[in-house]
């Protein structure tokens, strides 16, 4: 499946903004979807997950609360609305998508084969 990242931007703390992950090529049946951020130097680290089967959804400790994961089945996309954003919420955001991510892995970005490119987001203080 090829994913494609969207709607990053520059944004001051306290705004949302709506990130967008459309999957071409193969549906998101069966996936478990992700989102992960990265700050130059910094590994990879997990945002938020989606088990598109059953509409599960996993947040990161440090965005639950302000960020909402969710799927549009029609349009084949998954969203990341995030709200009350803040200065450490910069980073470059990447959507992660795979059929075999069992619930122990579902944080680990090395579990997941298929990556959209990265869409940057900036909050401004």
């Known amino acids: 499946v090829q994913l494609q990242a969207s709607g990053g931007g520059l944004v001051q703390a306290g705004g949302s903004l709506r990130l967008s992950c459309a999957a071409s090529?193969?549906?998101?049946?069966?996936?478990?979807v992700a989102w992960f951020r990265q700050t130059p130097g910094n590994e990879r680290e997990f945002v938020a997950a989606?088990?598109?089967?059953?509409?599960?959804?996993y947040y990161a400790d440090s965005i639950k609360g302000r960020f909402t994961i969710s799927g549009n089945n029609a349009k084949n996309t998954v969203y990341l609305q995030m709200n009350s954003l803040r200065p450490e919420d910069t980073a470059v955001y990447y959507c992660?998508?795979?059929?075999?991510?069992?619930?122990?892995?579902?944080?680990?970005?090395?579990?997941?084969?298929?990556w959209g490119q990265g869409t940057l987001v900036t909050v401004s203080s």
């Open positions: 992660a998508a795979d059929p075999s991510i069992i619930l122990s892995s579902i944080r680990m970005s090395q579990q997941y084969g298929n």
């Open positions: 090529g193969r549906t998101f049946s069966r996936q478990t």
């Open positions: 989606l088990r598109w089967s059953g509409g599960y959804t």
